[in-house]
């Protein structure tokens, strides 16, 4: 089916995403189309590799002014490449492949179950250089800490169109597994009202679930360093305590126990939970990180 057909974007839509050139609420649209239909995906693939390679002719050129993109373009425009291009437009492509393949079928295709989801969601941000937020969120793979208000902080394309597959699944089944996916789609977009609601109704669905009440924590330590609140700490040790007591063997929520802590400015007990993490999970970049923090914390005691 072409994409002008009746219930696709049109290709100057799917050109404007493509090169991040749409308002949000046009964004959000194209997601949730993009999330079901694999001919405007793959057009959408294809325009995202040829502006890469393009730029880097453009560098390679010193030419500082950018032309926008068309669908059309990129379908007529067959040229004579040098090896350099060649390869960076091969590398574009197979980096787009392989997150095709790490997403899975939820986002490129068939439908699945929540778990799969949220994995999707970690695999799209396991691309970034840094891990969404400064605490530890369950089922996420280590990253440096997150800069503040950084540049290239925006969501990716591919970490929206995980998001609207799970707001789409939440609105059809609205288990405590869906919420909890969910607010943490809306966390690692910043969009903190919408996250702490959302882990907060999951949390009161299962009380006990030790990776909702981490997840929760996680979420009130990124909004309080967002928006310099230190109101917000107690509430975030509050859900890290429940979820140690709810599970005891929960890393994660040892790590933003600690986390906390020191947000709280109570040194001595921060580094007691620092070493106490290390002492847990005594290897590992999760466990650098926490002897690095536990050391500056303890420097600061008399």
Partial sequence: MAIEDRGHPDAEALAQYADDRLEARGRSEIERHLAECADCRAVVVETMTFLASDALDRNAAGVTST?????????ARRPVVTLTRAA????????????????????FGDRCGTGRARQQLVAALELAPTRPVAGRLSGFSYG???????????????????????????????????????????????????????????????????????????????????ERRSDLLPSALAAA??????????????????????????????GEAWSAYVAREPSGPWSREAASRAAARISFIP
């Fill in 88 to 107: 960076a437009a091969t590398l574009a492509l197979a980096a787009l492949t392989v997150l095709a393949v790490r997403l899975g079928p939820s986002i």
């Fill in 67 to 75: 032309a926008a993109a068309s669908v059309t373009d990129i379908r």
């Fill in 144 to 226: 440096p800490a997150p800069s503040r208000g950084a540049a290239g902080s925006e969501p990716s394309p591919e970490v929206r169109i995980a998001a609207a597959r799970l707001e789409e699944a939440a609105r059809a089944d609205g288990s405590a597994a869906n919420h909890a996916a969910l607010g943490v789609a809306y966390l690692v977009q910043h969009d903190f009202d919408r996250a702490i609601a959302t882990l907060e109704l999951a949390v009161q669905q299962e009380n006990g679930n030790a990776r909702f009440q981490n997840d929760l924590a996680a979420a009130y330590l990124e909004r309080a360093a967002w």
């Fill in 241 to 270: 305590e429940r979820a140690i007591a709810a599970d005891a063997s929960l890393n994660d929520a040892y790590f933003n126990r600690a986390l906390a802590l020191e947000g709280l400015h109570l040194d001595a007990r921060a």
